[in-house]
C-alpha cells in the first residue's frame, strides 16, 4: 500500500501517536497534513514518553524521513523547541524533517488574538490558545506569512513587521487589550526564521518523487473528524480539515493516491474544550475514567471530558472518511467497570435516529439510546491475542466492530509501545 493515511475518529485525543508509531515501520515518509501544535502526540518508547505537537510521530522510527506539509500551520517556536528535544534525547533529526514552503506560520500576533478572542467570546470555543484559529484565518484571508518566505529575511521581517502592527490594531483597538512588541517580535522572527531555512522544502514534490521510485506514505492526521471544520460540531472544533479530506489540500497528493485509510478511536470517548458531547458521563463515574486513563490534555494539560463510546458519531466519521479498518486504543483502561454502555441510536424529539446531527442546539434535546454490556477485569497489557482477552472484553469490541461496521485490526491494551494486539 503506498499511501495510508490514520485518522480519529472522534475529538481527537484517540492515541494516533502510538498507532502511527506502530504503523510507521512499514513506511518511508510520515506526514503531517494539517492541524498544528494544538495536537499533542504521546508516545512511550520503553521507560521514554514523548509528546510530540509538530513533528509528525514516525520521527520515533530510525531513518525514516518526517514532513510537515502545506495543509499544518507551523509555529516556529515550538518546531525548534521540539527539535532541540529530540536532538538532546538522542534522536536524529538532521536531514529527517522537512517542511512545505507553502505551510503558513503561527506568530505571536495569532497566540494574542487567540487569547484575547477566547477571554472575550460569550461562548468560548475552549481552544488550545496555540495560534490555531488566528492562523488559518489568515491564510484563508490571504495575507498569512508562509514558510518559504524564511528564505529571503528583509521581505520576511518587514512582512512580520506588517501583520504585527495590522494585528496591534485590532488588539488595542477592538480587543481593548495591550499590543505586542513589534521590534521584540520582529527581532525573535528573525532569529527563529534563520534556524527554520534549512528544514524549509517542496514537500509536494519530494512526495511525487518518492512515490514515482516505489516509495511508502504515511499520512499522520490530527485531532479528529469531530474537530474537523466541515463537519465536525461546528463552531465547537478546530480551524482545518481534521479528516481524510484535509489530505487533498493539504498535501498536493491527488485523491486517488490514497490507497487505505485506518480510523483510530477510543474504547470510550474523550473530549477537551466545550461543545457537544451526547455520551458525557454524569457524575463521579466520568472521574473514574478519566483518572483511569490519565485523560488529561498532553497539549494543554486540561481535564478531559470522559463518555461512553458513540457508534453514532464513530460510523458517520467512518463514512465520510471511507474509513477501511479500525483500530482501538485504550482497551486496558475499561477493566475493573462493573457494566459498559454503547450509544447505538440517538432519541430525538422527531423520533430515533443514526445520524449524527449538524446543529449545536440540536445535540441539546437528544438522548444517547445504550446498549449495556457487561464489563470485565483483570490486566489486558500483557494480551497480545484477541482471543486471549476476556470473555466480556471480546463480546465489547465485537459489538463495537458489528455496530461501527468495519474490520478492527488493532487493539491497544496498554502505554508502551508494545502493548497491542496485532493482526
Ligand atoms: P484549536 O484547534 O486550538 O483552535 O481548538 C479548537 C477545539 O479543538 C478545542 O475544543 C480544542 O480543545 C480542540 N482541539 C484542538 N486540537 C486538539 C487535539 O489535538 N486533541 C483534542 N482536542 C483538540
Given at each position: 500500500m503506498p499511501v495510508r493515511c490514520v485518522v480519529g475518529l472522534q475529538w481527537g485525543d484517540e492515541g494516533k501517536g502510538k498507532i502511527v508509531d506502530l504503523l510507521a515501520r512499514d513506511a518511508d515518509i510520515i506526514t503531517r497534513f494539517q492541524g498544528g501544535a494544538n495536537a499533542g502526540h504521546t508516545v512511550m518508547v520503553g521507560e521514554e514518553t514523548f509528546v510530540l505537537h509538530l513533528i509528525p510521530s514516525g520521527i520515533l522510527n530510525a531513518g525514516k524521513l518526517c514532513l510537515i506539509s502545506n495543509g499544518v500551520v507551523l509555529d516556529p517556536t515550538v518546531f525548534l523547541e521540539e527539535v532541540q528535544h529530540l536532538t538532546e534525547r538522542g534522536i536524529d533529526v538532521e536531514g529527517r524533517v522537512f517542511i512545505s514552503e507553502r505551510a503558513h506560520l503561527v506568530l505571536p500576533h495569532h497566540h494574542a488574538l487567540d487569547r484575547t478572542r477566547e477571554r472575550a467570546a460569550?461562548?468560548?470555543?475552549?481552544?488550545?490558545?496555540?495560534?490555531?484559529?488566528?492562523?488559518?484565518?489568515?491564510?484563508?484571508?490571504?495575507?498569512?506569512?508562509?514558510?518559504?518566505?524564511?528564505?529571503?529575511?528583509?521581505?520576511?521581517?518587514?512582512?512580520?513587521?506588517?501583520?504585527?502592527?495590522?494585528?496591534?490594531?485590532?488588539?488595542?483597538?477592538?480587543?481593548?487589550?495591550?499590543?505586542?512588541?513589534?521590534?521584540?517580535?520582529?527581532?525573535?522572527?528573525?532569529?527563529?526564521?534563520?534556524?527554520?531555512?534549512?528544514?524549509?522544502?517542496?514537500?509536494?514534490?519530494?512526495?511525487?518523487?518518492?512515490?514515482?521510485?516505489?516509495?511508502?506514505?504515511?499520512?499522520?492526521?490530527?485531532?479528529?473528524?469531530?474537530?474537523?471544520?466541515?463537519?465536525?460540531?461546528?463552531?465547537?472544533?478546530?480551524?482545518?480539515?481534521?479528516?481524510?479530506?484535509?489530505?487533498?489540500?493539504?498535501?498536493?497528493?491527488?485523491?486517488?493516491?490514497?490507497?487505505?485509510?485506518?480510523?483510530?478511536?477510543?474504547?470510550?470517548?474523550?473530549?477537551?474544550?466545550?461543545?457537544?458531547?451526547?455520551?458525557?458521563?454524569?457524575?463521579?463515574?466520568?472521574?473514574?475514567?478519566?483518572?483511569?486513563?490519565?485523560?488529561?490534555?498532553?497539549?494543554?494539560?486540561?481535564?478531559?471530558?470522559?463518555?461512553?463510546?458513540?457508534?453514532?458519531?464513530?460510523?458517520?466519521?467512518?463514512?465520510?472518511?471511507?474509513?477501511?479498518?479500525?483500530?482501538?486504543?485504550?482497551?486496558?483502561?475499561?477493566?475493573?467497570?462493573?457494566?459498559?454502555?454503547?450509544?447505538?441510536?440517538?432519541?430525538?424529539?422527531?423520533?430515533?435516529?443514526?445520524?449524527?446531527?449538524?446543529?449545536?442546539?440540536?445535540?441539546?434535546t437528544l438522548r444517547p439510546v445504550y446498549e449495556e454490556l457487561p464489563g470485565f477485569e483483570g490486566d489486558l497489557s500483557g494480551t497480545r491475542d484477541r482471543s486471549d482477552l476476556p470473555a466480556e472484553a471480546q463480546g465489547y469490541l465485537s459489538f463495537v466492530e458489528k455496530q461501527v461496521g468495519v474490520p478492527l485490526r488493532l487493539i491497544s491494551v496498554g502505554k508502551e509501545r508494545d502493548q497491542v494486539i496485532l493482526p
Open positions: 460569550k461562548i468560548p470555543i475552549g481552544t488550545t490558545k496555540r495560534g490555531i484559529g488566528p492562523a488559518y484565518a489568515e491564510k484563508a484571508s490571504r495575507t498569512g506569512i508562509r514558510a518559504g518566505e524564511v528564505r529571503n529575511p528583509d521581505r520576511f521581517a518587514s512582512r512580520l513587521r506588517e501583520v504585527t502592527e495590522s494585528a496591534n490594531q485590532i488588539l488595542t483597538r477592538v480587543m481593548n487589550t495591550e499590543p505586542l512588541d513589534v521590534d521584540q517580535v520582529v527581532s525573535a522572527g528573525v532569529e527563529a526564521a534563520n534556524q527554520l531555512k534549512p528544514f524549509v522544502k517542496d514537500t509536494t514534490s519530494l512526495m511525487h518523487d518518492a512515490l514515482d521510485r516505489g516509495k511508502r506514505i504515511f499520512l499522520e492526521g490530527a485531532q479528529g473528524i469531530q474537530l474537523d471544520l466541515d463537519f465536525g460540531t461546528y463552531p465547537f472544533v478546530t480551524s482545518s480539515s481534521a479528516s481524510v479530506l484535509g489530505v487533498g489540500p493539504g498535501t498536493g497528493l491527488p485523491p486517488r493516491c490514497l490507497n487505505e485509510v485506518l480510523g483510530v478511536a477510543k474504547a470510550y470517548t474523550t473530549r477537551v474544550g466545550e461543545g457537544p458531547f451526547p455520551t458525557e458521563i454524569e457524575g463521579p463515574e466520568q472521574d473514574q475514567l478519566r483518572q483511569a486513563g490519565n485523560e488529561f490534555g498532553s497539549t494543554t494539560g486540561r481535564p478531559r471530558r470522559c463518555g461512553w463510546f458513540d457508534v453514532v458519531a464513530v460510523r458517520y466519521g467512518v463514512r465520510l472518511m471511507g474509513v477501511d479498518a479500525m483500530a482501538i486504543t485504550k482497551m486496558d483502561t475499561l477493566s475493573g467497570l462493573e457494566s459498559l454502555k454503547v450509544a447505538v441510536a440517538y432519541e430525538t424529539p422527531d423520533g430515533k435516529t443514526t445520524s449524527f446531527p449538524c446543529e449545536v442546539d440540536d445535540f441539546r
